[in-house]
């Protein structure tokens, strides 16, 4: 009589088809339905490992989150962020405490803590938007930048306030809970100022509408958010993510304001004290900025009330610009020698080259960007014939050369 042929009880594979066929009391299983199985079983019990843990936390999103020191965030700032004491101290200090609310937030106490979110103000290419990534880079959290400009009000062409939303979702991997204790910084909050006090016939759909928007998310609220967009897809599967925890930063030029925060210092001299802040440099006018200001700049006061922390970041000066080329592991002199070292070059520069290059930064009032601008005009031409050379293995470049190649293409860095 002949034997029956053993098959596979769940996939039917003949003995003959496989490598192995393990034998049970009433079945067998091949080694390819084992792989299988094993796989399911990993998949399912790593995500109840996860629910668990996630369900522990209660949705705050930082199962493994050390939250380090204002001093310790201050010193890794230092590392990339050059000057900007005073800005820097206020960052440290909000970001702490935001977090420490979070990991706090699920313990019955009866006093309840309020998330504060952060309004920087400062010229552009004061390092705002470097701070924001700085930050978001060492404390290890979803970070995204928007922009305030693109933003209409629900209805018109543009971006909804939700779009912001939908960016750091992304950021996160679509994951809500790691997105909702995460960073956005909405640079150029000044452009969506209110135009004027007077009635206009037309309908200013980018500015006070975006930040009536904007209340509820910066207060924290359930939105509901298309991962690809809002109205552009209309039957997308909505996200909801909870803005409560997610922290806000603001940032703006607001370009003109120092003439308002003079008028309102001047005002308030009495006596023989007037005129005394005749001598306030432009700089140290930001220092005192005040609600009042952003106010009459253009900023409605429900905006201006939720957004209580105020950073102002002070101009950069000669000394400070010398620093930010050479000084931080980022520094610009760094990335470019980095970039010939790539082709086998060592780059070096002579002191005065340094000096030339803050000099026309400095005289273009462009900040910290004024300077890549600038040494890209200087190196433009080697960077263009040197790649592909073996016989150049060295390139040293002095004033008179940074000068010639200024001058060859100065017009065009004017034009930008």
């Not at 960052?91 to 609310?101: D, G, L, P, Q, S």
């Not at 014939?385 to 004017?414: D, Q």
Request: proline share 3%; net charge neutral; aromatic share 6%.
């Amino acid at each position: 009589m002949k034997a029956k042929e053993q098959l596979c009880s769940f996939c039917g594979r003949k003995k003959t088809d496989t490598l192995m066929l393990i034998s049970g009391v009433e079945g067998h299983i091949c080694e390819n339905c084992v792989e299988q199985a094993f796989k399911i079983v990993e998949e399912e019990l790593g995500a109840s490992k996860s629910k668990k843990k996630h369900d522990t936390q209660k949705g705050t999103g930082l199962e493994d989150f050390t939250l380090p020191t204002p001093s310790q965030i201050r010193q890794h700032l230092d590392e990339y962020v050059i000057g900007q004491d005073d800005a820097k101290k206020v960052m440290c200090v909000a970001v702490y405490n935001h977090y420490k609310r979070i990991l706090n937030i699920n313990k019955t106490e009866d006093v309840e803590i309020e998330k504060s979110n952060i309004l920087m103000v400062g010229e552009t290419g004061t390092g705002k938007t470097l701070l924001a990534r700085t930050l978001a880079r060492f404390l290890n959290v979803p970070f995204c930048i928007a922009d305030a400009t693109v933003l209409t009000e629900a209805g018109y062409v543009g971006d909804d306030v939700e779009s912001i939303l939908a960016r750091l979702l992304q950021v996160a991997n679509y994951d809500a809970s790691a997105a909702e204790r995460g960073i956005i910084y909405l640079d150029e909050i000044d452009k969506i100022s209110r135009k004027s006090d007077n009635a206009s016939i037309t309908r200013d759909v980018s500015g006070e509408g975006v930040q009536q928007g904007l209340l509820k998310i910066l207060e924290g609220t359930i939105a509901h958010v298309a991962p690809e967009g809002g109205r552009k897809h209309p039957d997308a599967k909505y996200v909801k993510i909870d803005t409560s925890n997610i922290l806000f930063i603001c940032g703006g030029a607001f370009d003109g304001i120092e003439k308002i925060i003079s008028r309102r210092v001047k005002n308030q001299e009495v006596g023989f004290k007037t005129g005394h802040h005749d001598d306030v440099e432009k700089k140290d006018l930001l220092k005192h900025i005040s609600p009042a200001d952003l106010k009459q700049f253009g900023l409605i006061p429900e905006i201006i009330g939720r957004l209580p922390i105020i950073a102002a970041l002070e101009p950069l000066d000669k000394v400070v610009l010398k620093n930010i080329l050479t000084q931080p592991k980022n520094a610009l002199i760094k990335q470019y020698s980095k970039l010939f070292e790539l082709e086998g070059i060592a780059l070096s520069f002579d002191d005065a080259v340094i000096d030339f290059i803050v000099e026309k930064a400095f005289e273009f009032q462009l900040g910290a960007r004024g300077l890549r601008g600038i040494c890209e005009s200087i190196l433009l031409d080697y960077m263009y014939e040197t790649p592909g050379k073996e016989n150049v293995k060295k390139l040293h470049i002095s004033l008179k050369e940074a000068e010639k190649h200024w001058e060859k293409y100065k017009t065009v860095f004017k034009a930008a």
